[in-house]
T-cell receptor, first 115, second 106 residues
Framework: NAGVTQTPKFRILKIGQSMTLQCTQDMNHNYMYWYRQDPGMGLKLIYYSVGAGITDKGEVPNGYNVSRSTTEDFPLRLELAAPSQTSVYFC??????????????FGPGTRLTVL | KNEVEQSPQNLTAQEGEFITINCSYSVGISALHWLQQHPGGGIVSLFM???GKKKHGRLIATINIQEKHSSLHITASHPRDSAVYIC????????FGTGTRLTIIP
């Protein structure tokens, strides 16, 4: 199993540009998450999904959109990139059973710089 | 007041020392998680705890649900243990601690 994969690893955007960060997991997990981590700071949840077709906002959703058309894929879309979105983005997945958040598996991260 | 507090924020120790990192929280939870983030950025899940103690190699995690406190211990610490250790839990939302940066000096 590849686990959780993310592309690209690095990206530089100009202000106002758009891009999609890709995330794929092959563990048949129902839950998937997008986090951002600013330099020297902790993880903040952007969006999460409890299954195909279902997404919900996390702590910092503004400026982002997500979709979950399949169990495996959970892309994160940035529209009109801003310097405040310069961060490292992590995708994660887990299997939720009996209402308990189980172990999360993290992707390697995407380092995004907006200039 | 933050729902979760980690201490210390930074910890530097000599190789071989016994390490303790603490996580205190203020709400009722069913399980708490510990993550390890390596200097290169990669994040690995270490433990998920609902009660008692779990051990994996030189790492031991304990939790006291009534006292709302968890600890992560590292025995015989090694420079490769240098990382940021993060606790988190999920109730209605996921709540993360800000992490403890551990540096082990050879």
């Amino acid at each position: 199993n590849a686990g959780v994969t993310q592309t690209p690893k690095f990206r530089i955007l100009k202000i106002g540009q758009s891009m999609t960060l890709q995330c794929t997991q092959d563990m048949n997990h129902n839950y998937m998450y997008w986090y951002r981590q600013d330099p020297g700071m902790g993880l903040k949840l952007i969006y999460y999904s409890v299954g195909a077709g279902i997404t919900d906002k996390g702590e910092v959703p503004n400026g982002y959109n997500v979709s979950r058309s399949t169990t495996e894929d959970f892309p994160l879309r940035l529209e009109l990139a801003a310097p405040s979105q310069t961060s490292v983005y992590f995708c994660a997945s887990s299997y939720l059973g009996q209402g308990v958040y189980n172990e999360q598996f993290f992707g390697p991260g995407t380092r995004l710089t907006v200039l | 007041k933050n729902e979760v507090e980690q201490s210390p924020q930074n910890l530097t120790a000599q190789e071989g020392e016994f390490i303790t990192i603490n996580c205190s929280y203020s709400v009722g939870i069913s399980a708490l998680h510990w993550l390890q983030q390596h200097p290169g950025g990669g994040i690995v899940s270490l433990f998920m705890l609902s009660s008692g103690k779990k051990k994996h190699g030189r790492l031991i995690a304990t939790i006291n649900i009534q006292e709302k406190h968890s600890s992560l211990h590292i025995t015989a610490s090694h420079p490769r243990d240098s990382a940021v250790y993060i606790c988190f839990f999920g109730n209605e939302k996921l709540t993360f601690g800000t992490g403890t940066r551990l540096t082990i000096i050879p």
